[in-house]
C-alpha cells in the first residue's frame, strides 16, 4: 500500500466492530500480513521488533531461573506422537505432514512438530542415566504448526512461534515446584513487562493439555471482556516418561522414571497486547516491548531545517546514548499533524514535539499515548525525566488495565445473573462450581463460557453451591467467554 | 551418558582420522547428538549457547547496517516454487512436502521452505507500490529443511537453523552494492568474531545459487586442507521479481521491476569453528563466541573448600561483574585433573586454577587454551588482565588459523603439481582458470577439486595460461576440495 494512504480514519472505531477494529490495527500498524496460504501470516518488521523485545525480557528471566536454550528437531515421526495416545488424540486432527522427501516417499511419514513433548522425550531417555544428570532444564524458542480451521492473526494461526520449556525431575516435588515457578514467572513477565494484569490458576481436566497430569494458566481479560490465555505451565507427571522409557538410576541404585514438565508463551502474547491495550487510535504500546519508546516529530514551520532540525537530530542522539528506543521522523512529505496520527495509531508511548518557539526557549512538548497528558519541560536532563516519564506509562498502562479488569470481574451466585452478565457484558464471572464436568459442559454449552481456571489464590474461603446445578461446591472458580 | 565415561581418550586423534574426530568433538562436547530421525540432529544447550552468542554478533551488525528482522512462513506452496524454474530445478530434489493438514488431503502441496525467496517475493509484490517503498532491507532467522542423501552434523543436516536477507531495490547498482557490502560484512564478522581467515569473492555460473545472477561466496580452510562455504550473498537481478511481479513506480511515474539480493550463514559456522580450530584434545573456542570463557577450578586439597573455595567464589563473582563469562566448577566428584581435560575438550579459552599456596600469594595460575602457555599472575585488577588476555587469545587464534591458511595456499602453473598438491597435501590452489565450463568440470571430475572463488582481490595482474587447456585465462582463482 501506498504510504500516503495510512490514515488512521481507516481503522474501524473498537467500540463500532472488535474484530474488524483488531484486523484493521494489525495491517495498519504493519504488525502482520496475511500469507497467501490459508490461516497463515507474516510477521512484519514492526510486529517482529515486538516480538524480539519480548524473546529479550523473557529469556533473560528463563536464564537466570537456570535454564539453558537448545533447539529439537521440527519434524517428529508418527510412530512417536503415537506413543502417548492421549497426546496424539489432542493433536492428531492439527498435524500437518511430510509425506515425501525430495521424490521420494517417504516410509513413514513425518509430523510437522504441533508442540515437542515427543521429540525431546525420545531425546532424554538417551541423556538420562544417573540422578546426577537430573534436573535438566532446556528451553527452545521455535516455530510450530497446528492446522487450524479458524485463524486469527496472532491468536491462532496455522504456524507460530513460541517457546517451549521441557524439564526432567527426580522428583513428583520438584517437577511440581518447577511448574509452579514457572506460573510465576509468567505472571512476573506479563504484569511487568507487557503491562497485563492476570490471574493464575489450574485448569479443570476438561481443559488440560493433552497428556498432562495438571495444566496451569495464566489468563487476562481483553477489552472486549473476552479472556485470553496467555501462556501454560503444566506438570506432566510420569506420562510421558514411561512412554519413551526416561529413567534413572537414583542414589540407591533403583531405576525411576523421572518427572516432567513443559511450558510455554507464544506469539499470541502479541495479540493479548493488542488487545488489552489499543484504542479507536490504534495501538497503544507498553513502554517494555515498545520498537520505538520516542518519536521525535520537528515543527516543520519557516526555516525548521536550519532552526529546529539540528537541535532535533542532538536530542535523538542523546536520548539513543541514554539508552532510550528513539526515532526522529524528519521526513519532509509528511505533515507534523500527519505524523502524530500516525505514531498514535503505532502506539509509541510518547511523542516528543520541538518547533522553532521551543528551541527559543530550550523546551520541548511532550505528549503521552497511555493519557494523552500534554506537558512542556526543559531540555535539561531530558533523558532522565524521559525514562522515569516511560516508567510511569508503564505503570500507567498496568493500572488502566486492572481498573478494566475488576470493573469487568463479577462475583455471581445464580445461574440467571450469569447468563445474563455473559450475554450483556462478559467479562469474568466468578461463581462456586462442583467439580463435575457435566456442569461444566452445560455452562459452556448454554453459555460459551469455559472455567478458565481454578484460583491459585483463593478467592473465597469455605463452600458454597454450584452455580449450575446447586450442589455442594468448594471451588470458586473464573469462568469467561475466550479466545 | 553418564559423566564419569566422558574422558578426552575418547576422542579419535585428529591426525589419525578427522572425520571420526569431528564427530567424536561434537559428541563428548555435547554440541550436538543425533536426532532418531535420519538426517536430523538436536542442537544441545552447549553447542546451542555457541549459535546465541554467534546470533548476537551478527545481529547486532545486520541491525547497524539499516536491515531489519521479520517473520515468514514455513510453508510455500508448490506452485510459487514453480514459477522461478531454475530455482525450482535447484531444490525440487531436496524439498520436504507437506501433503496433509490434520486428517485431510492438501489440493496444494506445500513446500517446507528450503530458502524464502519464494515466499518472500510475493510478499513483497504486495508491500511495493512506489519507488518510496524502496529499499526493503529485512532479515530472518529461522529454520530451513533441505532433503540431503549424506548429512554430517552442522556442515550438512536435513534441518538447520540460519539467518536469510531479502532485499529489493529501485536499481541495479544498489543491488550490486547491497550484495557486496553484506559479503564484506560477513567476511569482518567471521574473521573478528570467530577467527576464522577467509577468502571472498564470486562464484563461478556453475556454482552459483539457483535464481541468481551472480553469487559471492566467503570460503575458509578448514584444519583438514578442505575448503568450506561459509556464507553466500546473491545478486538476484530481476529474476524473482519478474515472475513475482514486484514493481514500483519510479518518480518518472514509470512501472520498474526491482532488483533483488538474498544472503545467509547457518549452523554451519559451528562446523567451521570445530575443523578451523579444534586439535586432538577437542575443541578450542574463540572467545568472542565461547559460551565460558574463563573456567576456574579450585584445587581441593586439604580444608580447602574453607580457605580455597570462597576465594574461587569471589573470583567468579568479581569477573561475572566485569561481564567475562565464568563458570567455577567446585564440583567434589571430580579431580582437578579431569576438570582440566574436561574443559581443554570443551574449548574454554582460559583457565584459572587457584589452590592454597596461590591463596597465601594472593595470586592464581592461569592456562591459555590457544597455546597451553601458563601464567602465574596476582589478583589485582585479574578482571583487566582477563578481559586482555582474552582479546590476545582470539588475536593468536585467527593468526594462528592465518598462518596455516598461508601454509597450505598452493600458487600453482601446470596441471601435474595441482593434481599432486591435492592429493598429498590439499589445501587451496590458486591458478588461471580460462573461464570454459568444460575445464572447470574436467578439473573436478579428475580431482574433486572445485572453483571456491573467483577473488575480489587480484592476487594476479594480467593473464595467464589456464591451469587445464592451457588456453590464455584472465581469471587467477581458487580451487579446493570442499565439505
Not at 75 to 83: D, G, T, V
Given at each position: 500500500?501506498?504510504?500516503?494512504?495510512?490514515?488512521?480514519?481507516?481503522?474501524?472505531?473498537?467500540?463500532?466492530?472488535?474484530?474488524?477494529?483488531?484486523?484493521?490495527?494489525?495491517?495498519?500498524?504493519?504488525?502482520?500480513?496475511?500469507?497467501?496460504?490459508?490461516?497463515?501470516?507474516?510477521?512484519?518488521?514492526?510486529?517482529?521488533?515486538?516480538?524480539?523485545?519480548?524473546?529479550?525480557?523473557?529469556?533473560?528471566?528463563i536464564?537466570?531461573s537456570?535454564?539453558?536454550?537448545?533447539?529439537?528437531?521440527l519434524?517428529?515421526?508418527?510412530?512417536?506422537?503415537?506413543?502417548e495416545?492421549?497426546?496424539?488424540?489432542?493433536?492428531?486432527?492439527?498435524?500437518?505432514?511430510?509425506?515425501?522427501?525430495?521424490?521420494?516417499?517417504?516410509?513413514?511419514?513425518?509430523?510437522?512438530?504441533?508442540?515437542?513433548?515427543?521429540?525431546?522425550?525420545?531425546?532424554?531417555?538417551?541423556?538420562?542415566?544417573?540422578?546426577?544428570?537430573?534436573?535438566?532444564?532446556?528451553?527452545?524458542?521455535a516455530?510450530?504448526?497446528?492446522?487450524?480451521k479458524?485463524?486469527?492473526?496472532?491468536?491462532?494461526?496455522t504456524?507460530?512461534?513460541?517457546?517451549?520449556?521441557?524439564?526432567?525431575?527426580?522428583?513428583?516435588?520438584?517437577?511440581?515446584?518447577?511448574?509452579?515457578?514457572?506460573?510465576?514467572?509468567?505472571?512476573?513477565?506479563?504484569?511487568?513487562?507487557?503491562?497485563?494484569?492476570?490471574?493464575?490458576?489450574?485448569?479443570?481436566?476438561?481443559?488440560?493439555?493433552?497428556?498432562?497430569?495438571?495444566?496451569y494458566?495464566?489468563?487476562?481479560?481483553?477489552?472486549?471482556?473476552?479472556?485470553?490465555?496467555?501462556?501454560?505451565?503444566?506438570?506432566?507427571?510420569?506420562?510421558?516418561?514411561?512412554?519413551?522409557?526416561?529413567?534413572?538410576?537414583?542414589?540407591?541404585?533403583?531405576?525411576?522414571?523421572?518427572?516432567?514438565?513443559?511450558?510455554?508463551?507464544?506469539?499470541?502474547?502479541?495479540?493479548?497486547?493488542?488487545?488489552?491495550?489499543?484504542?479507536?487510535?490504534?495501538?497503544?504500546?507498553?513502554?517494555?516491548i515498545?520498537?520505538?519508546?520516542?518519536?521525535?516529530?520537528?515543527?516543520?514551520?519557516?526555516?525548521?531545517?536550519?532552526?529546529?532540525?539540528?537541535?532535533?537530530?542532538?536530542?535523538?542522539?542523546r536520548?539513543?546514548?541514554?539508552?532510550?528506543?528513539?526515532?526522529?521522523?524528519?521526513?519532509?512529505e509528511?505533515?507534523?499533524?500527519?505524523?502524530?496520527?500516525?505514531?498514535?495509531?503505532?502506539?509509541?508511548?510518547?511523542?516528543?514535539?520541538?518547533?522553532?518557539?521551543?528551541?527559543?526557549?530550550?523546551?520541548?512538548?511532550?505528549?503521552?499515548?497511555?493519557?494523552?497528558?500534554?506537558?512542556?519541560?526543559?531540555?535539561?536532563?531530558?533523558?532522565?525525566?524521559?525514562?522515569?516519564?516511560?516508567?510511569?506509562?508503564?505503570?500507567?498502562?498496568?493500572?488502566?488495565?486492572?481498573?478494566?479488569?475488576?470493573?469487568?470481574?463479577?462475583?455471581?451466585?445464580?445461574?440467571?445473573?450469569?447468563?445474563?452478565?455473559i450475554?450483556?457484558?462478559?467479562?469474568?464471572?466468578?461463581a462456586?462450581?462442583?467439580?463435575?464436568?457435566?456442569?461444566?459442559?452445560?455452562?459452556?454449552?448454554?453459555?460459551?463460557?469455559?472455567?478458565?481456571?481454578?484460583?491459585?489464590?483463593?478467592?473465597?474461603?469455605?463452600?458454597?453451591?454450584?452455580?449450575?446445578?446447586?450442589?455442594?461446591?468448594?471451588?470458586?472458580?473464573?469462568?469467561?467467554?475466550?479466545?
Open positions: 500500500m501506498k504510504k500516503e494512504e495510512r490514515l488512521v480514519t481507516q481503522i474501524t472505531p473498537k467500540s463500532e466492530d472488535f474484530s474488524r477494529w483488531y484486523v484493521d490495527v494489525i495491517r495498519r500498524a504493519e504488525l502482520a500480513d496475511y500469507a497467501p496460504m490459508k490461516g497463515m501470516m507474516v510477521i512484519r518488521p514492526y510486529g517482529y521488533a515486538i516480538w524480539e523485545n519480548i524473546q529479550q525480557l523473557l529469556d533473560r528471566r536464564k537466570a537456570g535454564h539453558v536454550n537448545a533447539y529439537f528437531p519434524f517428529i515421526p508418527e510412530s512417536f506422537l503415537k506413543k495416545m492421549e497426546h496424539l488424540k489432542g493433536f492428531a486432527p492439527e498435524v500437518a505432514w511430510v509425506t515425501h522427501g525430495g521424490q521420494e516417499e517417504l516410509e513413514e511419514r513425518l509430523a510437522v512438530r504441533p508442540t515437542s513433548e515427543a521429540i525431546i522425550g525420545a531425546m532424554y531417555s538417551k541423556w538420562i542415566q544417573s540422578w546426577r544428570d537430573l534436573p535438566i532444564l532446556i528451553n527452545q524458542w516455530n510450530v504448526v497446528r492446522w487450524e479458524v485463524t486469527r492473526p496472532f491468536l491462532r494461526t504456524e507460530f512461534l513460541w517457546q517451549e520449556g521441557h524439564t526432567a525431575h527426580a522428583t513428583e516435588e520438584e517437577a511440581r515446584e518447577e511448574t509452579l515457578k514457572i506460573l510465576n514467572l509468567y505472571r512476573e513477565f506479563i504484569e511487568t513487562e507487557l503491562a497485563i494484569p492476570v490471574v493464575v490458576g489450574k485448569k479443570t481436566s476438561r481443559e488440560k493439555f493433552a497428556g498432562a497430569l495438571e495444566t494458566s495464566v489468563e487476562a481479560l481483553m477489552s472486549d471482556g473476552r479472556a485470553l490465555q496467555m501462556g501454560t505451565s503444566h506438570h506432566l507427571g510420569q506420562h510421558f516418561s514411561r512412554v519413551f522409557n526416561i529413567r534413572f538410576e537414583d542414589s540407591n541404585q533403583n531405576l525411576q522414571y523421572v518427572w516432567q514438565t513443559s511450558w510455554g508463551v507464544s506469539t499470541r502474547l502479541i495479540g493479548a497486547i493488542i488487545m488489552s491495550h489499543g484504542d479507536d487510535s490504534g495501538l497503544r504500546l507498553p513502554p517494555h515498545a520498537p520505538i519508546q520516542v518519536i521525535i516529530v520537528p515543527i516543520s514551520i519557516g526555516r525548521w531545517k536550519e532552526t529546529v532540525l539540528p537541535v532535533a537530530v542532538d536530542l535523538e542522539r536520548l539513543m546514548a541514554a539508552k532510550i528506543r528513539v526515532k526522529l521522523d524528519s521526513r519532509e509528511y505533515t507534523p499533524g500527519w505524523k502524530f496520527a500516525e505514531y498514535e495509531m503505532r502506539g509509541v508511548p510518547l511523542r516528543l514535539e520541538i518547533g522553532p518557539k521551543d528551541i527559543n526557549q530550550q523546551q520541548v512538548v511532550l505528549v503521552r499515548r497511555d493519557n494523552g497528558e500534554k506537558l512542556t519541560t526543559s531540555m535539561d536532563n531530558l533523558e532522565g525525566k524521559i525514562t522515569n516519564l516511560l516508567e510511569e506509562i508503564q505503570k500507567n498502562m498496568f493500572n488502566q488495565a486492572l481498573e478494566f479488569q475488576r470493573r469487568n470481574t463479577h462475583d455471581v451466585d445464580n445461574y440467571e445473573d450469569f447468563k445474563k452478565i450475554e450483556d457484558r462478559r467479562g469474568f464471572i466468578r462456586w462450581w462442583c467439580g463435575q464436568e457435566t456442569c461444566e459442559e452445560s455452562i459452556k454449552e448454554e453459555t460459551a463460557a469455559t472455567i478458565r481456571v481454578i484460583p491459585l489464590e483463593k478467592v473465597k474461603e469455605g463452600k458454597g453451591n454450584c452455580v449450575y446445578c446447586g450442589q455442594l461446591a468448594s471451588e470458586y472458580v473464573y469462568f469467561a467467554r475466550a479466545y
